[in-house]
């Protein structure tokens, strides 16, 4: 079975802090992803990535960036905390560029920005 | 407006009664669809996956793509406490792999 797991499930952080959330599958995936899902507007996509040190913005990219040093981690990182990136952030990862390759994805870390 | 649209419920049904969730969507380009599957405190998990128009069946599952009316439909037959979670639809054009457009989700609710 795949796994993605995420470093933290729950995580508080100040406005303006650095914040690092790490991810890593142990599938030997091509491709990681990181969403962010809010109440009412579902999953949106922050930022992908489809090789290592490759990463392409999703639909929200604002605020956020990433890196992948290693094909089996891919961390999100925020570079100044502001309390609207308060949310659930998953990350999920996928085999190949195949469209029916599966996402699967981590538990999620609950982000709160005081 | 969204480009994909799904209530999000609650949906209370009582078990064994067929659950119907459905989600509208307005890029024609949209050729695969998704749904998932995620229970409280979990991340969604993939439960069907259909390319372009038609029926799909697995299990007590049934997907359904209606492009020319552009809406899509999950089933679940029978169902079950365990069914109870919510359920994201999902979809993607041919040429932005890995862009998935999730609707909001509808939570789902089986009572015993």
């Known amino acids: 079975d795949v796994k993605v797991t995420q470093s933290s499930r729950y995580l508080v952080k100040r406005t303006g802090e650095k914040v690092f959330l790490e991810c890593v599958q142990d599938m030997d995936h091509e491709n990681m992803f990181w969403y962010r899902q809010d109440p009412g507007l579902g999953l949106r996509l922050i930022y992908f990535?489809?090789?290592?040190?490759?990463?392409e913005k999703g639909d929200i990219p604002e605020g956020y960036s990433v890196s992948r040093e290693k094909k089996e981690r891919f961390s999100l990182i925020l570079e100044s905390a502001s309390t609207n990136q308060t949310s659930m952030y998953l990350c999920?990862?996928?085999?190949?560029?195949?469209?029916?390759?599966?996402?699967?994805f981590g538990n999620g870390t609950r982000l709160t920005v005081t | 407006q969204k480009e994909v649209e799904q209530d999000p419920g609650p949906l209370s049904v009582p078990e064994g009664a067929i659950v119907s969730l459905n989600c509208t969507y307005s890029?024609?380009?949209?050729?695969?669809f998704m749904w998932y599957r995620q229970y409280s405190r979990k991340g969604p998990e993939l439960l069907m996956y259909?390319?372009?128009?038609g029926n799909k069946e697995d299990g007590r599952f049934t997907a359904q793509v209606d492009k020319s009316s552009k809406y899509i439909s999950l089933f679940i037959r029978d169902s079950q406490p365990s069914d109870s979670a919510t359920y994201l639809c999902?979809?993607?054009?041919?040429?932005?792999?890995?862009?998935?457009?999730f609707g909001a989700g509808t939570q789902v609710v089986v009572t015993p």
């Open positions: 259909t390319y372009s128009s």
């Open positions: 999920a990862s996928s085999l190949d560029r195949g469209y029916d390759s599966p996402l699967h």
């Open positions: 890029n024609s380009a949209f050729q695969y």
């Open positions: 990535s489809y090789d290592v040190k490759m990463k």
């Open positions: 999902a979809m993607m054009t041919t040429d932005s792999w890995g862009k998935l457009q």
